[in-house]
């Protein structure tokens, strides 16, 4: 009677086996060990995603490698991380490796025209629509592929979204610029042989300052607004009303033509009487005052 307990006892631990000659005793440790678990699981999936591969890869070929074939979207991105995972385990076929790679090459072309497109479009409307344009170019660089012409258009957009008014009328480079101390008007120097004051608010231009044709290389205000000194390549100091754009008083012998700290000191220190004199006594003491 002991005997047939025994027995049966033994045979209730031991369990049926499985179809592959696996009892639940020998299952035990798979279930209890994570890691084993978790390594079996994991090569388990890969083997899903190789044959899932290796699927597309066979259609691609069967088709005679038709572009329809060719992977894109979420389709590409996932083969792309498969086809790296098999990499790293040396299981990648030539096939599948071809099949991405070409994908890839024709995703990159088709996003390589998408920009270009972009960024010609935003190249045209910058002016009329630079935030658009701003928008655009940007998303063209980020989430297509750079490209000229969408580098050109966001630049574009930039130079444009912060333009709020164009001042007119020089007729070469503008060498520099000045706000009045009141912040209403602006003088500008320039290499056209003037200087000129533009109301900041319209852009109009309500003076000019000529020089004699000498290029003007710096212009300066004096603190209260009604006095501008322009700087020239011949080495005069000119002090202008600013009101009116009358001449007031003419310097030469400037020993350096562009010291535009010079220049604010004279129209500072200068009086609506004055008359033409000269800077060679003046000179070190300029250079004093300079911070």
Same mark, same amino acid.
Not at 179 to 197: E, K, Q
Not at 257 to 269: H, I, Q, Y
């Given at each position: 009677?002991? %005997? ?5 006892? &033994? ?6 086996? +499985? ?29 899903? /995603? ?15 490698? +038709? ?7 979420? &389709? ?27 994908? /890839? ?14 960024? /010609? ?39 444009? +979204?912060?333009? %709020?008014? /164009? ?7 503008? %060498? ?28 109009? +231009? ?81 250079? %004093?005052?300079?911070?």
């Amino acid at each position: 009677m002991r %005997r047939g307990r025994l027995r049966a006892d &033994r045979c209730a631990d031991t369990g049926p086996q +499985s179809a592959g000659g696996t009892s639940r005793r020998d299952e035990a440790p798979f279930r209890q060990w994570a890691p084993l678990r978790q390594e079996v699981e994991a090569r388990t999936e890969q083997l899903r /995603q190789r044959a899932e591969l290796e699927r597309w890869a066979e259609d691609w070929e069967r088709s005679g490698r +038709s572009p329809d074939y060719l992977l894109t979207g979420e &389709r590409l991105t996932l083969a792309q991380r498969w086809l790296q995972a098999l990499r790293e385990s040396g299981q990648a076929s030539e096939t599948a490796q071809v099949l991405v790679e070409s994908s /890839q090459r024709r995703d990159l072309a088709f996003l390589r025209r998408v920009s270009d497109s972009i960024g /010609q479009y935003a190249l045209g409307a910058a002016e009329q629509q630079p935030e658009q344009s701003r928008l655009l170019s940007l998303a063209a660089l980020g989430e297509c592929t750079p490209t000229p012409s969408a580098r050109r258009g966001l630049m574009a957009a930039l130079a444009s +979204s912060h333009l %709020r008014i /164009q001042l007119d009328g020089h007729t070469d480079t503008v %060498r520099h610029i000045a706000w009045s101390p009141d912040g209403r008007p602006l003088a500008t120097a320039s290499r056209d042989g003037t200087a000129r004051i533009f109301d900041a608010r319209s852009g109009r +231009s309500l003076r000019v300052l000529p020089s004699g044709g000498a290029m003007v290389e710096g212009v300066a205000w004096s603190p209260d607004s009604t006095r501008i000194a322009t700087v020239g390549r011949d080495h005069v100091v000119r002090i202008w009303d600013a009101a009116s754009g009358e001449p007031l008083r003419s310097l030469t012998g400037a020993p350096d033509s562009s010291t535009r700290a010079g220049a604010r000191w004279l129209v500072g220190s200068s009086r609506s009487r004055g008359s033409t004199g000269s800077l060679t006594n003046r000179a070190s003491s300029i250079r %004093r005052r300079r911070p």
